[in-house]
C-alpha cells in the first residue's frame, strides 16, 4: 500500500505558483520525503528530498511542517514544460523501495 | 546526467520468446536495485528488489520464474521476461540508490517493451 496520499490532478496557469501538498499521516521516524516528476514515457526525475522543515533546490521548494505528516512541493512559475505527473514518496533509506501511489497530474495551461 | 541507466529503451518480440533488459549505476556502485513495471495512465507497480550476491526478492503476485532477475555486479542488474505474452507488454523501470548522496533512489530511463 502506498503511504502516500495527493490530490489526483492540478491545473495551473503558467507563470503561477504551483503547491501540491501530499499527506503521510504514518510516516516513521526515520523516512525522508522526496518527490519525483515523470514526463510520459520516461522514469522518474528526482525534484527534491527532505526530512523536515523547509528544504529548497533551485527547481522546487518543500516545505514539511513540525509533524511531518504531510509536506508541500513548491514549483515557483511553472512552464508548460513543467507538465507532468508529480509523485510523493516516504521511506527510510536507499535499500527500502519505494511505494509509488497514484500522483498528481499537473497540468500547466498557457 | 543520468546515473542509472537502463537498455534497450524500446524493444518488440514475439510471443513465446525471452528478452532482457539491463540496468546499470553509472558512476557508483549499488548493491540493491529495483524494478518497477508501469502500464500506461498507472503509477508505477514494485515487482522485485534486485540484491548483488543474492537472490531477488519478489512482491507478492509477481512470477519470479517469468521475471528472471540477476545482479551479477555492483552496477548491472538485469530482468529477463521469459515466454513472454501480450499482457507483459509494458514499460519496464529500475532505480538505485547513490550512496555518495545520502542513499537517493535515482531511476533509469525505462524500457518499452512490446510482445506481439
Known amino acids: 500500500l502506498a503511504k502516500t496520499t495527493q490530490p489526483i490532478s492540478m491545473d495551473s496557469y503558467e507563470g503561477q505558483e504551483v503547491n501540491i501538498t501530499c499527506s503521510h499521516n504514518?510516516?516513521?521516524?526515520?523516512?525522508?520525503i522526496t518527490w519525483y516528476q515523470q514526463f510520459p514515457s520516461q522514469g522518474p526525475r528526482f525534484i527534491i528530498q527532505?526530512?523536515?522543515t523547509k528544504v529548497t533546490n533551485e527547481v522546487a521548494s518543500l516545505f514539511i511542517p513540525a509533524d511531518r505528516k504531510s509536506s508541500t512541493l513548491s514549483l515557483p512559475r511553472v512552464s508548460l514544460s513543467d507538465t507532468a505527473v508529480y509523485y510523493c514518496l516516504v521511506g527510510d533509506t536507499g535499500n527500502t523501495p519505494l511505494v509509488f501511489g497514484k500522483g498528481t497530474r499537473l497540468s500547466v495551461i498557457a | 546526467g543520468a546515473v542509472v541507466s537502463q537498455h534497450p529503451s524500446r524493444v518488440i518480440c514475439k510471443s513465446g520468446t525471452s528478452v532482457k533488459i539491463e540496468c546499470r549505476s553509472l558512476?557508483?556502485?549499488?548493491?540493491?536495485m529495483f524494478w518497477y513495471r508501469q502500464f500506461p495512465k498507472q503509477s508505477l507497480m514494485l515487482m522485485a528488489t534486485s540484491n548483488e550476491g543474492s537472490k531477488a526478492t519478489y512482491e507478492q503476485g509477481v512470477e519470479k520464474d517469468k521475471f528472471l532477475i540477476n545482479h551479477a555486479s555492483l552496477t548491472l542488474s538485469t530482468l529477463t521476461v521469459t515466454s513472454a505474452h501480450p499482457e507483459d507488454s509494458s514499460f519496464y523501470i529500475c532505480?538505485?540508490?547513490?550512496?555518495?548522496?545520502?542513499?537517493?533512489?535515482?531511476f533509469g530511463e525505462g524500457s518499452w517493451l512490446t510482445v506481439v
Open positions: 532505480s538505485a540508490p547513490r550512496p555518495d548522496s545520502g542513499n537517493t533512489i535515482y
Open positions: 558512476d557508483f556502485q549499488a548493491t540493491t
Open positions: 504514518n510516516i516513521a521516524t526515520n523516512d525522508y
Open positions: 527532505g526530512y523536515k
